[in-house]
Every structure is written in C-alpha cells, then in structure tokens.
C-alpha cells in the first residue's frame, strides 16, 4: 500500500501554524474519524449528521455540512489510495471566559494513510469511568488513553469501561458487542453511538440477525460467548478475554459481521 503525506487544512485552506494556536491551548471542541476509499465513505451521512449535531451543541451554531464536504472533496482530492480522514471542529471565535456565547465553528482536516489495525484478539481489562457528555465524540481524551496505558502497564491489551452501576458501557476507542450464541447484544448504558456501530446494526437488521440493547452488568460477561470490539479504523475485531473471563473467539461469527457491515454502500463524498 502506498503511503500518503498526511496533510491539514483549515477551513478548506492549508493549515498553518497560528491558525491552529487556539486548537493547541483551549482543549474544546469535537471530532469524527473517518476511512475513504476511492473519495467515497460508508456511513457518510451520520458522519455529518454527528458533526451538526454536535456542533449545535458544544457552540449552539449551526454547521453548514454542504461546505464541509466541499473541503473533504477537497483535501481527499483524486488520491486513489486508502485514507484515514479526520475532521475537527473547534472554534478560534469562541471566548473562554464568555462560553455561553454562540460561536461560529471552525473545521480542521487532517488526511493521511489509512490506519493497519492488527487483527489480534484483544485482552480488556475493565475501569469505571464515565465520560463527560458520552454521546458527543469530544476532545477530552485524557483519560481514554490514561486507562488504555493502565490496561497496557498491567499485561492487557486495552481498557474496557463500567459506569458507577457497574455496567458495561463502551471502550477507550470503541464500542463493544456481545454474542449470546443466537443474538447480538449491546449495552444500554451512557456511551457514544459510533458509526461503525450503527452501520453493524443496520446491516445486521436487514439480514435478519437478531439484536437488542441492555443493561450487562460486570458480574453477566461471563454468561456471553463472544464479544467483539468495533471502531471507524477497524469494523469487526474479536476480543479474547476480558479480565479473567475468556470469551470465545469465533472466526465465523467475526466474518458475518463484516459481511453486515460491508453491506453498508459506501457514499460519495
């Protein structure tokens, strides 16, 4: 695979260093990540809907999507190779100690190679934490990684999340799915609603796989059989253990999966 100069741009111009100095010292803002393939996307549409939404929230402005997907035509150009696409949003107009303000957005893309994910099952070990506002895919990744560190220090893999009831919740990075053996479960508790989740959900409802959404507290993942991991840079990853509970790993299952996810169209940018 031929590897791509990662590059930046601001607002549909190239990045330069005082533009991203408000970026770099007031940590607000948020962001979605993104594979392009031939300057198409799977789930293109609730890429953008998150970053309206979100938008909305976080600076009560509107964002003007029709522009943004100027800029990521833009900034993907005609490279035919694969890319990771990340877009920012933050704003420079927004005043730190007057933040209830309205503030008009500003959009930071960076493009580069697409990520290689190795497809080694993982090994979680469980924290309780809970991130602040979990349905917007925000900035503050300080703890994500500090618990990911943490798993790694003690011999895991990555750190798997369990609020104050001790429920599972999602990942550092990514969501997580649990096979019964017959249906696919998700966990009904305060996370983000990733892309790749949804478009596993879409595609596993319309191949008639059977899915619901529940509470699973620490004390019932032992009475799962799989579990699997989801993410934009890898849709499907199979997790070994959680803890000292090991779930089986099950190559069909890991398959049809993809199969679920693949049936999504990639979309046009």
């Known amino acids: 695979m031929r590897s791509v100069i990662e590059r930046s741009e601001l607002n549909g111009e190239p990045a330069l260093i005082d533009d991203l100095r408000s970026l770099a010292l007031f940590n607000y803002g948020h962001f979605t990540s993104m594979q392009v393939r031939g300057g198409s996307v799977r789930g293109l549409d609730l890429h953008l809907a998150r970053l309206e939404r979100a938008t909305r929230e976080l600076f009560a402005h509107a964002l003007d999507t029709a522009t943004v997907r ?34 008009a957005p500003d959009v930071l893309m960076t493009v580069g190679s697409a990520r290689r994910v190795d497809a080694t099952p993982l090994r979680l070990k469980t924290f309780r934490h809970e991130r602040v506002l979990p349905h917007v895919k925000h900035v503050g990744t300080f703890g994500l990684f500090h618990f990911r560190r943490l798993a790694q ?7 798997l999340f369990v609020d104050a009831s001790d429920a599972v919740s999602e990942g550092s990075i990514w969501n997580i799915g649990f096979f019964d053996g017959h249906d696919v479960v998700w966990p009904d508790a305060p996370m983000l609603h990733g892309i790749s989740m949804q478009l596993l959900q879409k595609g596993l409802g319309e191949r008639g796989v059977a899915t619901s959404s529940r509470r699973i507290a620490h004390e019932d993942i032992a009475s799962y059989r799989s579990a699997f991991f989801t993410n934009s840079a890898c849709a499907v990853r199979p997790i070994a253990s959680i803890d000292d509970v090991e779930v089986v790993v099950d190559a069909e299952l890991t398959s049809r999966l993809e199969e679920c996810y693949a049936a999504n169209p990639w979309q046009p940018i």
């Open 70 to 103: 100027a800029w990521m035509r833009r900034i993907v150009g005609e490279e035919d190779s694969p890319l990771s696409l990340r877009i920012n949003v933050f704003s420079r107009q927004l005043l730190r100690d007057r933040l209830a303000e309205p503030a």
């Open 153 to 159: 220090l003690a011999g895991f893999d990555d750190a």
